[in-house]
């Protein structure tokens, strides 16, 4: 159908880039047992190895979205691609350093520049999305392109396994470098803001202009300084609340694209390529509890629920089914261990509503600020839970302590939604309107 197959091909290009993306997370975590073998690392060591990308990821999400709120998208996206790809193409080349001592640090300096290069992503796919649909569409949307974090490990998982063990655990950084090299090519001839679209129909663009809100910029925004603006949402209750759910809830995203495949190897005893394939399938639930995320949210908008109520309650309801990671601690069945692992990562993709929460409630002419802010926040995640888990199990010699700290983030975020998170309504910064809009070109 015409009326619709431009917007929806847009946000799955987003979710096909997107996954490259989390499939250059993914190669660390599935072949770390091999790369600390080949270049001889301690526990502690990988764990830093696996948080270095996240600490440059974090650090940078605030000046992109300033730069978000500042410069075209759709250029700021592809700088940003490119130069990830020349960094994933770099990390195939460090093995070859003659200096075997110079390959660690080498390989931290490359994570951390792929976590620069990675961090605009999320917030420009959330900007793209919200120039492209509209209210009753957009938790749909925003599901589509934030199920690549499960569509990665699902379809990456396996690859990066076989790769690992037929040809060594740097060869996916070339091939996933490769890859979105391709896909930029195709960015750049299809990511377009809906009126500047060459393919889109005239029955879209009148449904597209019906239903998007109007947006306004301010100037009391624009005559603000960055930290006015900061210090404006980090003092908002609901920014506040939503912004400690998301950093409980991507706890258990990192538990899974870090230390799951090594708990299996470790503890479950399992073999490398088993594990490929037995990392994949609770990804794959993952991937549908998104989807079914977004489709319910949205029924639940049109049947006349509150934003608060179509957003909060599949959050809660997923998090409790991410619980269900616990009970893999008292079975060694490999067919139990995913059964619970994959009701825990359905429920984890159930709860991934936070980019629709950030369309729900961001002051447009700080769009790129507020998702900036959202994501350091769940993306702090990656740096401390890592390192913590990789502490623990060193002090204690205990690898279930891994699954007990990632359940407990679960029931951490269940109250903070409860509790803390109260009506979604858009963040209102003191405005003195003028028409401005955005653009994706």
Known sequence: MKSISVRYSVVFLLMFVTTIFFGGRSILSISGGDLSKDLQLSTVQLGYLFSSFSVTYVLFQIPCGLLLDKIKTKFLYLFFLIFWSVVSLGTFFVTFIPNSFFIFPALIVFRLLAGLFEAPIFP?????????FPKHEISFASAIFASSQYLSIFICSPIIAWVTYHQGWQFNFLYLGSAALLLGIVLKYWLHSPKDHPFISQTELDYLD?????????TKVEQSSVRERI???MTNKTM?????GQYCMNAITFFFLTWFPLYLIEVKGMSLVSVGIMASIPALFGFFGNLCAGLVSDRMVKLGFSIAKARKLPIIVGMMFSTFMLFSLFTDSPILIVMFMSFAFFGKGFSSLGWTIVADIAPK??????????????NL?????????AYMIEITGFFDVAVYITGLHALIAIVCFVWFVGDLDKIEYPTSPKASGYSVS
């Open 124 to 132: 420009a796919n959330s900007r793209i999305v919200s120039c492209w």
């Open 210 to 218: 019906q239903h998007l809100a109007v947006k306004t910029a301010s």
């Open 231 to 233: 210090t404006f949402l």
């Open 240 to 244: 506040l609340g939503v912004c400690l």
């Open 365 to 378: 002419p700080l769009y790129g600020l507020c998702g900036g802010i959202f994501n350091t926040a769940g």
């Open 381 to 389: 995640s990656g740096i401390i839970t890592p390192v913590v888990i």
